[in-house]
């Protein structure tokens, strides 16, 4: 078995309002930041897994995005994954 | 009848669920713990509200693969009234028993007051003892209260008149005003209002009493006719 660094970011779809990118939208431009446009704010996640190779890596990590650490009801989801070591 | 109401770690309602059902019924109602994998001995499955396994990841996310979880999707197969509380309500949104998501309330703020809902339909387990049209009095507690599906789902729960409940006036940016919808069979609601919170005077409203007499009624008359 390899080991393998996975990152997952998970956000709210373009269709669904995130509120708390709008209220950080709106303290930057009041700091200044005035090209600062749209904000989105999701979820950064890190973690170890133990997997055959990279192509069983990925499937697995989709089907956890799928089931358990996005909702795709409304967010969705992008996943990095790295050999350890490499 | 025999009611349920399930616990999970960090349940915080589930003693005002098994308190007003009590008061109300006088029915027998057990807290169950989360761990539990058969509910077959219950009539009714209340979830209660809280921040069950402390909300991680989403509200509700966690707690839709706990045992428990897996029973009261049976017994909704069987047909049998579940009934899901602000965090119950999440929970079943989470599992799939109910269309939609909840999400953080478009204002970002936490919204505890007396809501005026308007029922909907009276054509549930949980609504026959209202009139539809009816504006009750409600309480909410919620920070992720915002109600959202996509616009097929929300249109097909209109036009199945499974909107139960809609705000009168919109605390949280839910999607047409929805406060609390039925599966397709309607045998399952979700709704972010405590009626257990509105069962005594003292509360402020009795508005939710009906809400627990209905499921009463309607399990004693499938007793009778069983």
Redesign the interface.
């Known amino acids: 078995m390899r080991q393998f660094d996975v990152e997952v970011k998970v956000w709210l779809k373009p269709s669904v309002f995130d509120p708390q990118g709008h209220a950080v939208h709106g303290a930057l431009v009041s700091l200044g930041f005035e090209g600062a446009g749209e904000v989105r704010i999701g979820k950064f996640i890190q973690m170890q897994l133990e997997a055959e190779d990279e192509e069983a890596a990925s499937r697995q990590v989709e089907e956890m995005c799928q089931k358990v650490l996005a909702n795709p009801v409304m967010e969705t989801y992008a996943f990095a994954i790295r050999e350890r070591g490499q | 009848m025999r009611w349920a109401v399930v616990v999970f770690p960090g349940s915080n309602c589930d003693r005002d669920a098994e308190q007003a059902i009590r008061l109300i019924t006088g029915d027998p109602v057990d807290l169950v713990w989360h761990d539990a994998d058969d509910l077959s001995a219950y009539d009714a499955i209340v979830l209660p509200g809280g921040f069950s396994y402390g909300d991680y990841?989403?509200a509700g996310?966690i707690a839709r693969?706990s045992p428990v979880v897996r029973a009261v999707a049976r017994e909704a197969e069987r047909g049998k009234p579940v009934l899901g509380i602000c965090n119950g309500f999440q929970i079943l949104?989470?599992s799939g028993l109910l269309?939609?998501?909840l999400?953080?309330?478009?204002?970002?703020q936490f919204r505890c007051e007396i809501a005026k809902l308007r029922v909907e339909t009276n054509d549930s387990p949980f609504t026959r003892l209202y009139e539809p049209g009816e504006i009750i009095r409600i309480p909410v507690a919620h920070g992720e209260g915002r109600y959202?599906?996509?616009a097929e789902v929300v249109e097909e729960l209109r036009r199945t008149g499974r909107v139960a409940f809609r705000y009168v006036e919109n605390p949280n940016?839910s999607v047409d005003d929805i406060a609390g919808i039925l599966n397709a069979r309607r045998n399952v609601l979700g709704l972010m209002p405590h009626p257990e919170r509105a069962v005594i005077d003292w509360m402020g409203s009795e508005d939710g009493i009906r809400m627990f007499q209905s499921i009463r009624a309607h399990v004693e008359e499938g007793l009778a006719h069983a």
């Not at chain 2, 999400?103 to 970002?108: E, G, I, Q, R, S």
Request: hydrophobic content about 40%; charged content about 20%.
């Open positions: 990841l989403r996310a693969f949104t989470e269309p939609g998501a999400l953080a309330n478009d204002h970002l959202h599906a996509d940016g």
